[in-house]
């Protein structure tokens, strides 16, 4: 099978270096990260280059565990972001049957708007998962769209996915 690829984007009514702090910050991924359960690093600080973490989501019923690495952090200071640059935050996850390697970039698209695009390529492992990724590819694309405007609805307003009712 094939690799999965896709890019999904969206703009964030924030400077760039406002969505890329709130983006990266570890206290607010509850808050806009729909079935996260748990988010813990293994090795290293949180989002910095080189961290490994342990991340539990929840999809209904079920449980999924992975490992997620950082791979590409740029700039490593997200206070000191230069006018013209792009922001990457680049990571590796890997769990039962599943690589991704998923690739965000931030970039100025006005004075005080961001836009976030997403670049995902799933490979998947063992029969089952093989399955879901042949009859469901646009699940994977859905959930990352979600995750994207559960994003900004943070950014913007202030909402909360946890106090939402699914």
């Known amino acids: 099978m094939r690799p999965m690829k896709y890019t999904v984007s969206i703009e964030i009514a924030l400077p760039r270096e406002k969505t890329a702090r709130l983006l990266a910050d570890p206290a ?6 729909r079935g ?11 989002g910095q280059l080189g ?3 342990r991340v539990v989501m929840q999809m209904g019923r ?3 565990e992975c490992t997620e690495t950082i791979t590409r952090r740029e700039p490593e200071d997200l206070r000191e972001i230069p006018n013209t640059g792009v922001v990457h935050f680049d990571r590796e996850i890997v769990g039962e ?12 698209a006005g004075p005080e708007t961001t836009l976030w695009a997403s670049e ?19 699940a994977f694309r859905r959930q990352s ?6 994003f900004k609805a943070f950014a913007e307003r202030g909402e909360d996915v946890r106090e939402a009712a699914d």
């Open 28 to 33: 607010h991924l509850p808050k806009w990260l």
């Open 36 to 46: 996260l359960v748990v988010h813990e690093p293994l090795s290293g600080g949180h």
């Open 51 to 53: 961290t490994a973490s």
């Open 62 to 64: 079920r449980k999924f």
């Open 97 to 108: 049957g599943m690589w991704s390697a998923v690739r965000d970039r931030l970039t100025e």
């Open 120 to 138: 995902n390529e799933y490979r998947f492992d063992g029969f089952l998962m093989k399955l879901v990724g042949r009859l469901m590819p646009g």
């Open 145 to 150: 769209q979600q995750h994207m405007q559960d």
